[in-house]
């Protein structure tokens, strides 16, 4: 079984930053990329970074220069850091973890349940 698990959701003012970890648990053989996505009240879940297991990223252009995503090599875990927050990123996000749990098993996307980012004054 695998878990994703988000956390470091909050309350903040503009201007402001957080960081949101994803952790990712279970019986793994390998994580092949770790993504981000948010989705904010009455719209579409939006993608916005992700990081392959070679460590490269990438970002949707509304967060490119405020987000960064990025790995703990201790563990599996993926932390997004957010700055300059606009209260345009109220949003629950959510991470997802591309991975095969064994060698007979299909790659697969697991998603967590999500952390309420709420950025307001």
């Known amino acids: 079984q695998v878990q994703v698990v988000e956390s470091g959701g909050g309350v903040v003012q503009p201007g402001g930053s957080l960081r949101l970890s994803c952790d990712i648990s279970?019986?793994?053989?390998?994580?092949?990329?770790v993504g981000w996505y948010r989705q904010a009240p009455g719209k579409q879940r939006e993608w916005l970074a992700h990081i392959t297991s070679g460590g490269s990223t990438n970002y949707t252009d509304s967060v490119k220069g405020r987000f960064t995503i990025s790995e703990d090599g201790a563990k599996n875990t993926i932390n997004l850091q957010m700055n300059s927050l606009k209260p345009e990123d109220t949003a629950v996000y959510y991470c997802?973890?591309?991975?095969?749990?064994?060698?007979?098993?299909?790659?697969?996307?697991?998603w967590g349940q999500g952390t309420q980012v709420t950025v307001s004054s």
């Open positions: 997802t973890a591309d991975l095969r749990k064994s060698y007979s098993d299909h790659l697969g996307r697991y």
């Open positions: 279970g019986s793994i053989l390998t994580i092949y990329a």
